[in-house]
């Protein structure tokens, strides 16, 4: 009753009538025909070949003939090789097959970490970039060290300003206070001022004895 249900049902692909072959794993089948195909490409094929062949020829020639199991002309020979270059073509194709398939992953994968490094390389360039314009706008040790140097030139020239401003202050402390006890009073026939030290030109000089 459910085999029938399911034979009904539309959306369910139906299956295939006639003869099934077996199936077979595509990648044991690879594997084998790469290595037969690997093995067939190699020196050490072509040598025992060689020797085969040689041994055939040999037998087949030489032997007695009621030995011989493939007389001249050599047909079974010629049979015998035409398989193996029938089989050996497909074989080959089909390792060449997966060798590409495998190269293809492999360029894509290339190519995607390429991608990858270039998408990387630029985020650096641009953080460097980033980082030499923040550092520029930073004092650096030299910076640092020129106004460290002006500041201390300042402040030196500040102390021996002062230093000159204070000595010249006391001089003029020591001077005042040694004139007030030598000078003379000051009066109108001398034509001194009271206030200033000059002297008066209009005033009358006393005749010297």
Not at 9 to 19: A, H, N, V
Not at 27 to 39: K, L, N, Q
Not at 111 to 136: F, H, N, P, S, V
Request: overall charge neutral; aromatic content about 8%; hydrophobic content about 35%.
């Amino acid at each position: 009753m459910s085999e029938q249900r399911r034979a009904e049902r539309l959306d369910l692909p139906r299956e295939p009538r006639g003869l099934k072959l077996p199936r077979v794993d595509q990648e044991t089948f690879g594997r084998w025909a790469e290595g037969i195909a690997r093995g067939m490409g190699t020196a050490n094929f072509i040598v025992y070949m060689t020797l085969v062949i040689c041994a055939w020829f040999a037998w087949n020639t030489l032997a007695p003939a009621g030995l011989r199991f493939d007389p001249y002309t050599f047909t079974f020979l010629t049979l015998v090789l035409s398989i193996q270059a029938s089989y050996a073509a497909p074989l080959i194709l089909l390792a060449q097959n997966r060798q590409a398939d495998r190269d293809r992953v492999a360029f894509d994968e290339d190519r995607r970490r390429a991608t990858l490094q270039k998408a990387d390389t630029e985020y650096l360039a641009r953080e460097i970039a980033a980082l030499r314009i923040a550092l520029g706008e930073v004092a650096t040790r030299d910076f640092v060290r020129s106004e460290l140097a002006r500041l201390a030139e300042e402040l030196d020239e500040a102390a021996q300003r002062r230093q000159r401003l204070e000595r010249r202050q006391r001089e003029g402390t020591t001077g005042r206070a040694g004139g007030d006890g030598l000078d003379e009073p000051r009066d109108d026939l001398d034509g001194d001022h009271p206030k200033d030290g000059r002297r008066d030109t209009d005033a009358p000089h006393r005749p010297k004895t």
